[in-house]
């Protein structure tokens, strides 16, 4: 073979290429012959012109589309006969690696859902923890409140002025305490261990409850798409949906889709 092989890097090439081209030299040749021919086809035809071609030129060009298409076939059997062993090949390699990664996948997730339940545990009794603290602090304020206007009734207005003023700091406090009871998760789930930090994020969601429902808005379409490729283009969906700041509340329904906000754990 006198062709150039083209290298995607600087690597030496994992196979004899020109041994190969050797073996099957004359299914190359066959082909090498077929696009030289295209030189001597008949010429086009004229664009400003009616002429066709004689029966003799269409026979040519006739010939030169069955050649093409038979050379063709000769290499594509040449190389699913040598790409059969290294497809092979490509499978053991796979099988040494692919079955450990799939574990180590599982073994993570393990891990990763125990930390999920821990997050979700911490998570309501920071909730609950700040919703009491919230709660008492707005109770001292109210009782605040109530004794500066029982004070000031009897013309002690500075005494009654510091006061208030203690009212509505705890009411300031219990305010931010709200906030946080009703926070993101992320603010509310951080522990730094020795070997890094695990925190918990809120995270836009989804569940296809009705395939039905949910392909009847593809219209005549909708038989003809795979499962797989429907939820991808939700989670697309999804991702657009994130960019533009929506939530599970906020997001454009779809039928026979469920949109939730879901916990995940995350390890850094």
């Known amino acids: 073979m006198t062709d150039d092989h083209i290298h995607l890097s600087n690597n ?4 004899d290429v020109e041994a190969i081209a050797n073996k099957h030299k004359e299914a ?3 082909a090498t012959n077929v696009l030289n021919a295209e030189a001597m086809l008949p010429a086009p035809l004229p664009a400003d012109s009616d002429k066709t071609y004689d029966p003799a030129d269409l026979e040519r060009l006739a010939k030169h589309v069955k050649d093409a298409r038979s050379a063709k ?4 059997t040449a190389r699913t006969t040598e790409k059969k062993r290294y497809d092979e ?4 390699v796979q099988g040494l690696f692919t079955p450990r990664q799939t574990k180590l996948d599982a073994t993570g997730k393990v891990a990763l859902d125990r930390i999920n339940a ?6 309501e009794a920071e909730r609950l923890k700040a919703a009491q603290a919230a709660q008492r602090e707005r109770e001292e304020a109210d009782r605040r409140m109530a004794a500066a206007a029982a004070i000031e009734t009897t013309g002690m207005a500075d005494v009654a002025d510091t006061i208030m003023e203690s009212a509505l700091d705890s009411q300031a406090v219990a305010d931010k305490l709200d906030r946080v009871s009703t926070g993101s998760a992320a603010d509310l789930v951080r522990t730094q261990t020795s070997g890094g930090t695990v925190t918990s994020a809120t995270t836009l969601a989804f569940e296809v409850t009705d395939n039905d429902a949910l392909r009847s808005t593809m219209g005549e379409l909708g038989p003809y798409f795979g499962q797989p490729e429907i939820d991808k283009a939700i989670r697309a969906y999804v991702a657009a949906a994130k960019r533009m700041g929506k ?3 906020t997001i454009k329904p779809i039928a026979g889709v469920r949109f939730f906000a879901d916990r995940s754990a995350r390890v850094r």
């Open 12 to 15: 030496p090439p994992l196979v």
């Open 28 to 30: 190359f040749v066959t």
């Open 73 to 76: 076939n000769g290499l594509e």
């Open 89 to 92: 090949a490509a499978k053991q």
């Open 118 to 123: 821990h997050n979700r545990r911490v998570e």
């Open 247 to 249: 939530d599970a509340g």
